[in-house]
């Protein structure tokens, strides 16, 4: 009995660093992208998150290109710019790792099962926990700058935008399953990715309300913070540096109570004379049990928490 726990015990375990190891070997990748001044389209792939985008000027003026160093002058510059739209944004987004998930799931129950280390834990919901849909559609009007000169290596790259976002979707996800539900999202937001040789920052702030159309999910307000920074070259000594910090909160739409907290955090280790790091990220998810009701509430427990576990290589 004991020699049949410990196999079952090991195959688990490799079971699980070969499921780790997906996200981490497909980290993100930028397909393609295309300026022809005006207009532009890219897509990237990443297992949490792979988009395609385009977006075209509403001046007929092209992406204007910023060279400012300083994070805090870079979200200065696009607010004195955001109170006119200046730029149209089309995208289509999917989050492969959870969608992987929820196939696991639904076509390997008992793997899934078997991936369970307590009530709190189990190894692949570890993995995909935080994404509530699998894809959706996203219609952005604000403004965008670029960091990539026209000309230069294309060591450094990268663009930030500031505006609104409406988004809409299908499909929620709750426990790696797949539930209908006709969503709809708008937000105000701040995002942008810079990459210079030095470096690699990502940063994203946002406020927005999520209304759901399936009536066991609760409708909801919410802020959320994201910012990532990785160093492959030696910089003056910072928490800041090769961290990486997320969080969002989710409050009741109608009783103004906090129903979702969303933290992870993480840290990079850049090799040392080549430009890629490994990363790691841990965190929780915390689901109040008032966020779901009727058929959809866990009546076993009044809280859900699940552990997070998310690694990647950053290039």
């Known amino acids: 009995m004991l020699r049949f726990l410990i196999i079952r015990i090991i195959f688990r375990t490799l079971i699980f660093i070969a499921f780790l190891s997906i996200p981490t070997f497909l980290n993100a990748y930028t397909l393609f992208y295309k300026d022809y001044g005006t207009y532009a389209y890219d897509a990237e792939f990443d297992p949490y998150y792979s988009y395609l985008e385009i977006y075209t000027s509403l001046t007929k003026k092209p992406l204007p290109y910023l060279k400012e160093e300083d994070e805090s002058e870079i979200y200065k510059y696009l607010w004195k710019r955001s109170f006119i739209p200046r730029f149209l944004l089309l995208e289509i987004s999917c989050y492969p790792f959870p969608m992987l998930g929820v196939a696991v799931k639904k076509n390997y129950n008992g793997f899934y099962n078997n991936m369970s280390v307590s009530d709190d834990l189990n190894l692949i919901e570890s993995m995909c926990a935080g994404f509530e849909e699998p894809t959706a559609f996203s219609f952005f009007l604000g403004n965008l700058v670029s960091f990539q000169p026209k000309g230069v290596s294309k060591d450094i790259k990268g663009k930030a935008y500031m505006g609104y976002l409406a988004s809409i979707g299908s499909f929620h996800i709750k426990n790696s399953e797949l539930i209908e539900d006709k969503w709809f999202e708008l937000e105000w937001k701040i995002k942008g990715d810079k990459i210079t040789e030095k470096r690699t920052i990502s940063w994203s702030y946002r406020i927005g309300t999520k209304q759901h159309d399936h009536s066991d999910i609760k409708d909801v307000l919410y802020f959320s913070i994201f910012r990532d920074r990785v160093d492959f070259k030696e910089q003056k000594k910072s928490i800041f540096n090769n961290a990486s910090f997320e969080y969002k909160i989710d409050i009741d739409y109608k009783e103004l109570q906090a129903i979702t907290h ?22 929780f998810l915390l689901e109040k049990g008032e966020k779901y009701t009727g058929a959809l509430k866990n009546l076993e427990t009044e809280d859900n928490l699940y552990f997070m576990i998310r690694p990647n290589i950053k290039f």
């Open 262 to 283: 969303f933290l992870l955090i993480g840290k990079s280790f850049p090799h040392k004379t080549k430009k890629f790091a490994f990363q790691i990220k841990f965190g």
